[in-house]
């Protein structure tokens, strides 16, 4: 069985400072792994994608994120936060047999000015 | 290009009624799929269709039912509604084809959201 567990329900950080996402993964085999971000009243963006290349994994306006495997995890960053990062952020693990995706239960980050 | 569309973008039921959630997928996509995102929660996985047939479910009752069409837009369709069905409906194209490795990436539409009063 898949899932995927977000570490924080609430990450604030100021503008211009670091930003980290955390996000642990189980899975009987290697996984496929996703960020997706969610602005308000839009759709779902795909952020990044790990698929068993590179572990170090960069994606959309300057976030990347490393798979661990033997941490199990898939945390996402950004070295400097902007304003129009707010958003609600979602760690995301795929079964290859299928599309069928599982998506953890959402980080809302929120940007302090 | 269009991306994935959804209709409508807000509707309101009242319990026990019916409702049916339309989706076209990118152009060239064979495989859409369907999810609830109720408020402060992640999507949740409901059907997926690949060529017009059902190629998974999740755990939904069978108040809830979808089809894809020639075309490859897909209805999704919600029975005796209850309160608790109030969410975002996603839907989700994607190329289609399977194997080891060969992730189709998805892409989203804006959503349906849906109240039940």
């Known amino acids: 069985a898949q899932s995927v567990t977000q570490l924080d329900s609430h990450v604030s950080v100021s503008e211009g400072t670091p930003v980290l996402l955390r996000c642990n993964y189980s899975?009987?085999?290697?996984?496929?792994l996703f960020w997706y971000v969610q602005h308000p009243n839009k759709g779902l963006q795909l952020l990044l994608k790990?698929?068993?290349?590179?572990?170090l994994v960069k994606g959309i306006n300057g976030f990347e994120a490393e798979f661990k495997k033997s941490e199990t995890s898939f945390h996402l960053t950004k070295p400097s936060a902007h304003m129009s990062d707010a958003a609600e952020y979602f760690c995301?693990?795929?079964?290859?047999?299928?599309?069928?995706?599982?998506f953890g239960k959402g980080t809302r980050l929120h940007i302090l000015p | 290009d269009a991306g994935v569309t959804q209709s409508p973008t807000h509707l309101i039921k009242t319990r026990g009624q019916h409702v049916t959630l339309r989706c076209s997928p990118i152009?060239?996509?064979?495989?859409v799929s369907w999810y609830q995102q109720v408020l402060g929660q992640g999507p949740q996985f409901i059907f997926q269709?690949?060529?017009?047939?059902e190629r998974g479910r999740g755990n939904f009752p069978d108040r809830f039912s979808a089809r894809q069409f020639p075309n490859y837009s897909s209805e999704l369709n919600v029975n005796a509604l209850l309160l608790g069905d109030s969410a975002l409906y996603l839907c989700?194209?994607?190329?289609?084809?399977w194997g080891r490795g060969s992730y189709n990436e998805q892409f989203f539409g804006p959503g349906t959201r849906l109240t039940v009063l």
């Open positions: 899975s009987s085999y290697s996984p496929s």
């Open positions: 989700a194209s994607s190329l289609g084809g």
């Open positions: 995301v693990v795929s079964r290859d047999r299928d599309d069928k995706i599982i």
């Open positions: 790990y698929t068993s290349a590179a572990t």
């Open positions: 269709y690949y060529e017009k047939e």
């Open positions: 152009s060239g996509h064979k495989s």
